[in-house]
T-cell receptor, first 114, second 111 residues
């Protein structure tokens, strides 16, 4: 089975840096994704890690440690528009390794304040 | 074209009705997904189609019936739903690198 945990809510200040953590326990791990979801909208892809280390993409960076079952998303130079839910999602191969499942974590609601 | 299109955007139905949700993508992706999302909760996986064949069913009740007529289309047929099935139903297609592209969703209300 899968177990993916994130903090429920976080608050940060415009212009600051915030780190959103994700811990997971899963069988057949095959990569970790971060998605952003604004209220009432569809999730949109932010980043992908399959190997250990840091992936940087503009103001967003994501880190993965497979041995620790841990990832974080780092958001720099926060803007008001970054207020959204951030979803950690683990890709796992199903039985037989034929198909990828993408299972979402509990999500973190980030509020950016002036 | 990098869109996943879902129709209808909103649907209200009674518990005895039969309705369908539709999803379409023209990105050439060969895997498509249905997720259910309740308010303030993450999306929950329901079904995965890979190369037009059902490859994953996450123990979804039979009142939800998926169908993949071709590689661009995915339907979700609804029959005899319960009020607790009211939710946002999200369709997604998967790029070769594993990234999912989501549609805007169909917001379902069951009376």
């Amino acid at each position: 089975g899968q177990n993916i945990d994130q903090p429920t809510e976080m608050t940060a200040t415009e212009g600051a840096i915030v780190q959103i953590n994700c811990t997971y326990q899963t069988s057949g791990f095959n990569g970790l994704f971060w998605y952003q979801q604004h209220a009432g909208e569809a999730p949109t892809f932010l980043s992908y890690n399959v190997l250990d280390g840091l992936e940087e993409k503009g103001r967003f960076s994501s880190f993965l440690s497979r041995s620790k079952g841990y990832s974080y998303l780092l958001l720099k130079e926060l803007q008001m528009k970054d207020s959204a839910s951030y979803l950690c999602a683990v890709r796992a191969l199903n039985y037989g390794g034929a198909t990828n499942k993408l299972i979402f974590g509990t999500g973190t609601l980030l509020a950016v304040q002036p | 074209d990098t869109e996943v299109t879902q129709t209808p955007k909103h649907l209200v139905m009674g518990m005895t009705n039969k309705k369908s949700l539709k999803c379409e993508q023209h990105m050439g992706h060969r895997a498509m997904y249905w997720y259910k999302q309740k308010a303030k909760k993450p999306p929950e996986l329901m079904f995965v189609y890979s190369y037009e064949k059902l490859s994953i069913n996450e123990s979804v009740p039979s009142r939800f019936s998926p169908e993949c007529p071709n590689s661009s289309l995915l339907n979700l047929h609804l029959h005899a739903l319960q009020p607790e099935d009211s939710a946002l139903y999200l369709c997604a297609s998967r790029k070769g690198t594993g990234e999912l592209f989501f549609g805007e969703g169909s917001r379902l209300t069951v009376l």
